[in-house]
């Protein structure tokens, strides 16, 4: 353990960042989709100071409930005070909670690591939602405009709740989606906003994020029996729909659909396709005043042929230096060989490591 951790901070030499951490996860059987994201997690900087932040205010609380919030909390700020520099760390208790909250994660079996992150930010969501709202009942007097779950109540989110909140999960990941419906015959446009913590994208052979982008908010004409109910002409009229993001997150994740079902060999297979990811991203078409410049900052991989097995590991840019968190293994690798996860320019190649979830921070414009 020790050597791993001098030969990785030689290969840093005098570039080691100060005051950064670089541990691996072990593994506890399978549970690789886990670390892969707990990684991609822990260098989203904004992501890791709120836990922090939020651990040192409730380890003092001697009642405090133990959920998965507080053993993510408590995981991120144990990497954060390391002595040392390098080294393996046991999510042991994390794990321990995420198998006791949901029985999915149970099992010894591959699991999905964009499931496991969906659950997850959701989990944490809710808890702060919960905790907010506890707060909110125990200071009645406390003024509206007062900051509450580490955020302002906001109105973005859809649904029934009234006075949603945004906690800092939001601030990071959420952006908005407007789906627009264009009545044909009387031009009226219906649109319907939407949030999301992360992007789904279609993907397709020798293709790029900028065009599975394009895809995504590409017209769709809807007629035949697909006819859309306009509340104006009070009829079934043909109309044009399309989807489009309104307000870009800070941080955005794309999630590359790479498991894809086979109705004539009734199950999942893996799309190897060949998907090039920019270490830049620029979004336009959005409501902002200025296009949204991004720049990549980690991607988990899948490696293997199918979603029923394989293994995944984590791709993290930090301080200009791209390292490959495998379990317990830390490696500093070149940019150029960021490529190779692309993705295969044939069904049938030897490549089986593809790119699976990217996250992309958005660039501070002056």
């Not at 760390?89 to 964009?114: C, G, T, V, W």
Request: hydrophobic share 35%.
């Amino acid at each position: 353990m020790g050597g791993s951790g001098s030969k990785l901070e030689k290969a840093l030499g005098d570039n080691f960042p100060e005051g950064e951490r670089y541990f691996g996860l072990e593994n506890f059987g399978n549970t690789c989709y886990c670390n892969s994201v707990l990684q991609a997690l822990y260098f989203c900087i904004s992501f890791r100071e709120q836990l922090i932040e939020y651990y040192a205010k409730h380890k003092s609380l001697t009642n405090a409930e133990e959920n998965l919030l507080t053993c993510l909390a408590e995981l991120f700020s144990q990497i954060n005070s390391q002595k040392r520099k390098t080294g393996v760390i046991s999510p042991k208790r994390f794990i321990q909670r995420l198998k006791k909250q949901n029985e999915l994660f149970r099992s010894y079996m591959h699991q999905d690591a964009h499931e496991f992150l969906n659950y997850l930010l959701n989990e944490v969501v809710d808890t702060l939602e919960k905790e907010a709202h506890a707060a909110k009942v125990n200071q009645k007097t406390s003024p509206p405009s007062e900051k509450i779950a580490d955020g302002p109540k906001s109105g973005l989110a859809n649904g029934a709740k009234n006075e949603p909140l945004a906690t800092w999960v939001h601030k990071s990941f959420q952006g908005i989606l407007t789906n627009e419906t264009r009545c044909l015959q009387c031009e009226t446009v219906t649109a319907r906003d939407e949030t999301f913590l992360d992007l789904s994208l279609d993907i397709e052979q020798n293709s790029s994020i900028t065009s599975c982008l394009k895809n995504f908010s590409s017209t769709e004409t809807l007629n035949a029996e697909d006819k859309f109910f306009c509340d104006k002409c009070c009829s079934l009229q043909e109309a044009q729909k399309r989807m489009k993001i309104k307000k870009p997150p800070h941080v955005l994740v794309i999630h590359l659909k790479r498991f894809k079902y086979m109705e004539q060999l009734g199950r999942y297979k893996k799309l190897v396709y060949r998907v090039v990811f920019p270490l830049e991203l620029r979004l336009s078409d959005t409501d902002e005043e200025a296009d949204i410049e991004y720049t990549l900052f980690a991607v988990v991989v899948h490696v293997g042929s199918g979603p029923n097995h394989g293994h995944y590991v984590c791709l993290v840019k930090s301080h200009n230096h791209w390292l490959c968190f495998d379990d317990e293994t830390v490696e500093v690798v070149d940019e150029p060989s960021v490529q190779t996860f692309f993705g295969s320019t044939y069904d049938f190649n030897n490549n089986t490591d593809h790119g699976y979830i990217l996250f992309y921070d958005s660039i501070k414009r002056k």
